[in-house]
């Protein structure tokens, strides 16, 4: 967790601004000066947009790498415009017969590179201007972040004091109850009232007389019995849910990295749960869509935080579990090709429905529209995967009692909603009375 | 106070001296107690260091050990594809168009796959020709999965590569090439134009090549007439749909006559549509599928039915030729020849008898009548075996006359009726290559063995008729190192095509013009539209020198001596007719436990084959049938010997309707190469099968010991219960008011009769909103075949208990076809007999009539009824469940939740339909079951949609309701409502002829809420208030008399 004093954000907005302002100088006086220099942050963008499939800055990947790609090709001798004429056409310049285009062309297996010629030759210097120096990684979102924490632990200080101040209050009761009590004797005393305690000793002991009643015996042990066989029965009703089950996987595959900080849509790898029962764990081509030109992980530039440090999630060990995807895909990295030697992953299943209950994906997904999260819980937040609800048949029935059928704009539905609710006086309809607690519905 | 008295035990204790004694007394047991067998080496014993408290420890800690690992979940691993196929997606099923062509059975069918598995084959109802599968084509998926299959090529039982065998069998080739030896191809009927035009070639570079076309059971004497008649050695066509009258001379073409696929073109016109319905006279001897179904039925043995047929023939032409017929029969004939000239060309004369001058006058006829339903022009081509060919080529081998022999779709060793003349010719064959899925008689006397796939792992194409080609393609990757043979071929005679490659050329060539070839592979078939004027693409290569002459010497038979042949033939002595099972065919799926378990639409008998005798000749033979005190059927055994060849062993069941003077026997059975011994059942009937006619004089002798028979239907009469099959006649039904032939139960309320239906004990639920399914089943149209049956087992995981629990009643079919003779004549006269009883005793006594009611007719009627859950609405077996594990849905369906099942069985107690099934025994994963369910490979047939069912749990039929709930998601899914025809049942599915039709009642223009509206519609036990989901349609035969 960061802890950042309200000093060191003062420090840095300050610092932050300076940065704006010289650049902007920068770029004003550049500006004036001639085209050659671009705009890097522009650039970025724009190389996002249209270079990232194929080329990274550092590393080779369907392409060249292009960290200062500019003075490299100027040290070949090639000019800029020999790079304006390669984004808009490169199979134009191959075809003229360049021998630096030749010779890129079949180091990297006769992939032609994708034509631009939509790119303006601003757009390219903006381009070459970021492969020459990435503009520095925006820092905000770290410090909003700060402050929440900092608030979340405010208020966690404070239940602690509220308690503790409690315990006092409590314990000053207690001793002054004991000191009235002491007071009390002492003027009885005084007083000359003697304390009989002479009775009590004679008294049958408290066991003696419960023993002695045997109704109370009874009705206890009735009671006893109840509770016991209520918690019995409610810790044998956990034997086979696996709520919280979160095995280790194969390849540590981190959902709050995809689905939380790059925003995956859960159904672009889990695509077949829209049309089938399952929701399939994706194939490792479809890993690949990104892997291909994701070889390294960098998605905390600061470096890993504290907690992540803790557990080890070092940029370095989610780099690790990447190559770990390419051993099993069988992706040579140096290459850029499939070796064909895959080795596919056994992962270890979380969600494990019994032979006889039939789910499928596709009715709740697209049918309903549920969303994944509602049963999955926040996926997003995981950095490994749970089981996040229990899969009792409890739990299915429960849902299937509150949720409303979403009829609206489905033709199937027109003619039994109109009937079922008129016979049921309501205008919109649960699973249940759709017939959804049904046993032959899910057992079959 | 104690006796003194002393007993004595044996005379010897009276000598006080005698040492017997005296041992006998120190020693209580006479002999040691074998300890050692059980404890072991006794000083080991001795000497060892756990003592009694030790072993209690160590059993106390191994049973708290084994609790406790319990505790703990297993760790399931899930395996994703490394790169998913673009069209597989997990938990979604793909559909594949094939063929299946084995040289029996022909059809069109669609592959449904599951993760690339496939896991049932289904009708290709776009198909026009063969788009029905049967019981066996049914059933032929798991085959596919036979963990006894072949999984790589062998020389001498040893696996060796197919490098290797190549090698060798080029040398081989080579070497009877150079010999001057004739090579020799013996293959199934591929009628493929791309195999046949691959033979030529291989032809041309081997030279002395001879394609020799082998069927297991032949009808050569049908091909060589229509080749004398009209130059083409292929059989007619039949379109019964078209036909008003049928009569047939023992074809059972609604079994695997001539190739089979005929019962759903002749269900069409037993349906009465406007008053009218076909009329079908059958003259046979043993009690076939088709007799069954027949308004007129004449038990007939094979030689009176030439006379017949002469007979026919001279009085459609007014003339005689004499031979003699009884008087009922005569009767009958007379009463088909006027219907047949009243019907003129939409008659028609089929005939199944193995004789040339039989199926001569048979074509004459039609060819005479013009028959609609006769179609000469655009013939079969699925049955092309050469009965001479064969024989010819047996002698070129004894005569070591042979070089080469290669096999391929053909067990002669078993199917052969002198298999001892093919195996001594082998010897003299330099190179004898098999090709087999399997091990089998053949393969183990071969050299070398192909491993051959399963049609779902091959290409390939066929031309059924002519005009109408299909193409086979594979529907999942070979599952072991198998090659086809055709591939094979091209690899011989040194081509680097692939045989797909080689399809592709054949049919760009010769089929499909300017059609799409993908189109082509798509839909699984291609008909050449009529309007073009087509060339014969040859099915079988080019006929050798030898053939060929023989080919030309080949005339038109002459009709005169034909029918004077057929006149007089001799019918003294007894005539064996040998015939195919439905479901066992030829013999070639005997390893297929679905098929084993598959009872006989007939006898409803499963796992054998036996004698059909008639009961007059069991009385006369000693012959007996009875049912034991365990509830099982037992029956004595028969010798039959044939021309001095002799089947032992044979067991009998009496056969109600077997013509007297004649027996029947099936085929398929007795194999015992290559198959799981639970699978080695009944008797081998090929060798009687001699010169290949299916008829023959024999005779028969009891022998010792009794049979015990797996039958699942003991009763065989429906005792004058007319309310369960319910049929009339079709004047009746067209003349009369449906409440006079579709009678409606009565019970009696308050003392006055009401309508059973208009009682009830339940509140009825609201049944108007959303889907209510019905199932209708039209006793017309079924004819028996038990494709749903088979079916259903595919789908729904209906696991396979082997034939001594059927015997015991524990079959686990969750659909049956009940099958009832009448006792009289006719079921209404049961009917009447019944309702006529008076008193206990004398002549109208219902104590003896009753006894007198089960017994079958002689010739009697026969009825069809599948039943299956019944889904009643008042369902009883739903009231009476302690844990409610059955319940009602809305949809009509009765739900079965295993998982909430305790095993009470007080609901199969309770169904009147008695359809609920109970798991005596985990059937899958033990290995005392073993029939494909308790390893990886079997398993691989499993529907995933549904349960796999442990012990101790009620099973029954579901409607499917995985099938209807897919639909409906997929209409929730696409936002439209479900179209007509979409609701499907594995059953309903299955069945081409029509009978049964599944859909949504409350759809007011659904078929199923027409058919529910039929005046012919009634519910089975309806006095009962069941109120079910499934409902029949009155049987109506076209018969005057009744």
């Known amino acids: 967790m960061k802890k950042v004093t309200y000093r060191n954000q003062f420090s840095k907005v300050l610092g932050v601004s300076l940065l704006v302002c010289l650049f902007f100088s920068a770029n004003l006086f550049s500006q004036d000066e001639t085209t050659s220099a671009g705009d890097a942050v522009k650039g970025k963008s724009l190389f996002n947009q249209n270079c990232a499939a194929c080329h990274s800055l550092a590393k080779k990947m369907t392409g060249p790498a292009l960290a200062n790609v500019e003075t490299r090709l100027a040290e070949e001798g090639l000019d800029k415009e020999w790079i304006y004429a390669w984004i808009k056409n ?9 021998a630096y285009a030749n010779k890129i062309y079949n180091e990297y297996n006769k992939a032609a590179m994708t034509a631009f010629p939509t790119l303006s030759n601003a757009d390219i210097d903006d381009i070459l201007a970021y492969t020459a120096a990435p503009p520095p990684a925006p820092v905000t979102p770290a410090v909003a972040t700060a402050v929440t924490t900092g608030d979340a632990q405010a208020n966690g200080l404070s239940n ?14 207690v001793m002054m109850l004991f000191m009235v009590n002491k007071t009390l004797t002492r003027i009885a005393e005084a007083n000359g009232i003697a304390v009989e305690k002479e009775a009590s000793q004679k008294r049958t002991p408290i066991w003696k007389a419960f023993v002695k009643n045997q109704f109370l015996v009874l009705v206890s042990v009735i009671f006893l019995l109840l509770s016991g066989a209520y918690f019995a029965y409610g810790w044998m009703m956990q034997v086979g849910v696996d709520q919280g089950y979160a095995p280790i996987q194969p390849i540590h595959y981190s959902h709050k990295v995809h689905a939380g900080d790059n925003k995956i849509e859960c159904k672009y790898c889990h695509s077949s749960a829209r049309v089938s029962k399952h929701s399939g764990i994706p194939s490792l081509n ?16 600061e470096g890993p935080s504290a907690e992540d440090l803790a557990n080890g999630y070092t940029n370095e060990f989610y780099t690790g579990e990447i190559k770990k995807l390419y051993a099993a895909v069988g992706w040579d990295e140096e290459n850029q090709k499939y070796t064909g030697e895959s080795k596919p992953v056994e992962w270890v299943r979380i969600h494990n429905l019994p032979d006889f209950a039939y789910f499928n994906h596709s009715q709740h997904v697209s049918v309903a529209g549920i969303e994944c999260q509602t049963c999955h819980g926040p996926v997003e937040e995981m950095e490994i995967m749970q089981q996040f609800s229990p899969l009792t048949m409890g739990w299915c029935i429960n849902c299937h009692r509150e949720t409303n059928v979403k009829v609206e704009g489905n033709e199937y539905y027109d003619k039994i909603h109109a009937e079922l609710s008129k016979k049921y006086g309501v205008e919109s309809l649960t699973a249940a009375q759709m017939g959804g607690l049904e046993c032959g519905k899910c057992h079959y | 106070m104690a006796s003194n008295k002393k007993y004595w035990k044996s005379e010897a204790e009276l000598n006080p001296n005698d040492s017997i004694v005296e041992t006998l007394r120190h020693n209580e047991f006479v002999q040691d107690i074998p300890v050692d067998e059980f404890l072991g080496d006794k000083e080991n014993l001795a000497s060892s260091s756990t003592n009694r408290r030790d072993f209690l420890k160590y059993v106390g800690f191994s049973t708290a050990a084994a609790t406790l690992a319990a505790c703990e979940g297993p760790v399931v691993k899930s395996i994703p594809y490394v790169v998913q196929p673009e069209s597989i997606i997990p938990g979604v099923a793909n559909h594949y168009a094939t063929t299946i062509a084995n040289g029996f059975d022909f059809a069109s069918v669609l592959v449904r796959t599951r993760e690339g598995r496939p896991i049932s084959i289904h009708n290709n109802t776009d198909a026009k020709i063969n788009a029905s599968a049967n019981a066996r084509v049914n059933a032929s998926v798991l085959n596919l999965y036979d963990s006894t299959r072949l999984q790589g090529p062998t020389f001498n039982g040893e696996s060796i590569e197919w490098s290797g065998l190549d090698a060798a069998v080029k040398k081989g080739l080579e070497a009877a090439k150079n010999s001057g030896k004739q090579i020799a191809v013996l293959t199934q009927t591929y009628a493929s134009p791309s195999t046949a035009r691959l033979v030529n070639e291989f032809k041309e570079v081997y030279g002395n090549v001879n394609h020799v076309v082998y069927d297991a059971i032949s009808e050569d004497a049908a091909l060589n007439a229509f080749q004398a008649k009209y130059g083409e050695r292929a059989l007619a066509d039949y379109d019964f749909s078209k036909a008003e009258v049928i009569v047939s001379f023992g074809a059972d073409f609604l079994g695997d006559w001539q190739g089979g696929g005929y019962d759903s073109g002749c269900s069409k016109g037993r349906v009465p549509q406007n008053g009218k319905m076909s009329k079908h006279f059958q003259f046979e001897a043993n009690m076939s599928l088709t007799g069954a179904n027949a308004d007129k039925r004449v038990p007939l043995k094979p030689s009176q039915q030439k006379v017949a047929l002469a007979n026919l023939y001279a009085k459609l032409n007014n003339s005689s030729v004499g031979g003699e017929l009884s008087d009922a029969v005569a009767k009958a004939l007379e009463s088909a020849v006027a219907s047949i000239k009243k019907a003129g ?37 699925t049955r092309q075996g050469n009965v001479k060919a064969v024989n010819a080529l047996i002698s070129e081998m004894k005569a070591g006359r042979v070089g080469a022999i290669l096999m391929d779709g053909v067990n002669p060793m078993y199917s052969l009726p002198n298999a001892a003349d093919f195996a001594e010719g082998l010897k003299n064959v330099g190179l004898s290559v098999s090709f087999s899925s399997n091990v089998n008689e053949t393969s183990v006397v071969t050299q070398y063995v192909g491993a051959a796939p399963h049609y779902l792992e091959s290409w390939g194409d066929v031309q059924m008729k002519k005009g109408n080609f299909a193409l086979i393609q594979p529907a999942i990757k070979e599952l072991f190192d198998t090659r086809q043979f ?115 639409p007939i006898t409803r008998v499963s796992w054998d084959n036996y004698l059909t005798v008639s009961k007059a000749d069991a009385e006369k033979l000693g012959f007996v049938n009875e049912n034991v005190a365990n509830g099982g059927l037992d029956g004595s055994y028969a010798k039959v010997t044939v021309n001095g060849v002799s089947v032992s062993n044979v067991p009998v069941i009496i056969q109600p309707g077997q013509a007297v003077g004649s027996i029947g026997l099936s085929f398929g059975y007795g194999k015992k190469e290559g198959l799981k011994s639970e699978m080695q059942t009944g008797v081998n009937a090929y060798p009687l099968y001699q010169d290949f006619s299916a008829t023959q004089n024999v005779s028969i002798e009891k022998v010792a010991g009794n049979h015990e028979f797996a039958c699942v239907q003991l009763h065989k009469t429906l005792m004058g219960r007319g309310d369960i099959i319910k049929e009339t006649t079709l004047e009746i039904f067209n003349t009369k008011d449906a409440a006079e032939w579709n009678i409606q139960p009565m019970v009696s309320l308050d003392h006055q009769e009401v309508l059973a239906t208009s009682v009830d004990l339940w509140d009825s639920f609201d049944r108007s909103i959303g889907h209510h399914f019905n199932l209708s089943i039209d006793l017309n149209a079924c004819t028996g075949c038990g494709a749903c049956v088979i079916a259903c087992h595919a789908e729904n995981n209906v696991p396979v208990v082997g034939k001594e629990e059927v015997r015991k009643s524990r079959d686990m079919h969750w659909l049956r076809i009940d099958r009832y003779y009448s006792s009289e004549d006719t079921f209404e006269q049961d009917n009447i007999k019944k309702d006529e009883f008076d008193g206990l005793t004398g002549d109208k006594g219902s104590l003896s009539g009753f006894g007198e009611l089960e017994d079958p007719a002689v010739n009697p009627q026969v009825a069809f009824q599948p039943v299956m859950c019944q889904h009643c609405n008042h369902a009883p077996c739903e009231t009476v469940c302690p844990v409610a594990a059955t319940s009602h849905g809305r949809q009509g369906q009765n739900h079965m939740a295993y998982n909430r099942c305790v095993g009470t069985r007080y609901c199969a107690n309770n169904c009147p339909y008695k359809v609920r099934r109970f798991n005596w025994f985990l059937y899958n994963n033990n290995d005392e079951f073993d029939y494909h369910m308790n390893n990886d490979l079997g398993k691989m047939v499993i529907n995933p949609d549904v ?21 409906i998601l997929d209409a929730k899914r696409d936002g439209r409502v479900v179209k007509d025809g979409e609701f499907q049942t594995a059953c309903s599915a299955a069945c081409s002829s029509g009978a049964m039709v ?24 309806e006095h009962v208030g069941t109120k079910p989901n499934v409902f029949y349609h009155v049987k109506v035969r076209n018969t005057e008399e009744v």
């Open chain 1, 90 to 98: 490169s199979s134009g310049v191959i075809a003229s017969g360049d």
């Open chain 1, 160 to 173: 602690e004091i509220i308690l503790g101040a409690l315990v006092l209050v409590f314990g000053l009761l």
């Open chain 1, 286 to 301: 479809v890993c690949m869509n990104c892997h291909k030109s994701i070889a390294e992980y960098s998605g905390n530039p």
């Open chain 2, 345 to 381: 060309a939409n008659a028609v004369v089929v005939t199944g008898l193995d004789d040339e001058n039989a199926q001569a006058v048979v074509l004459a006829i039609n060819e005479f009548l013009g028959s609609k339903a006769f179609d000469a022009t655009a013939p079969k081509y």
């Open chain 2, 486 to 600: 055709q591939t094979s071929l091209l690899k011989w005679i040194g081509s680097d095509k692939t045989y797909y490659d080689y399809i592709k050329e054949t049919w760009t060539a010769n089929v499909l013009g300017s059609s799409d070839w993908n189109e082509a592979l798509h839909d699984g078939f291609y008909a050449v539209s009529d309007a073009v004027v087509m060339e014969s693409v040859p099915v079988v290569a080019a006929a050798s020198v030898i053939e060929t002459e023989e080919v030309v010497a080949t005339t038109e038979i002459p009709l005169a001596s034909a029918l004077r042949s057929l006149a007089s033939a001799d019918t003294s002595g007894m005539e064996l007719v040998l015939y195919s099972k439905t479901g066992m065919g030829d013999g070639q799926m005997a390893n297929n436990p679905w098929l084993q378990e598959f009872p006989d």
């Open chain 2, 947 to 967: 349960t796999v069912r442990s012990r101790g749990v009620m099973e029954k039929c579901s409607m499917c309701i995985q099938k209807t709930q897919k639909t």
């Open chain 2, 998 to 1021: 599944f859909g949504d009642v409350n759809d007011g223009d659904s078929k199923i809420a027409e058919l529910k509206e039929s005046s012919r519609m009634y519910h089975l036990l």
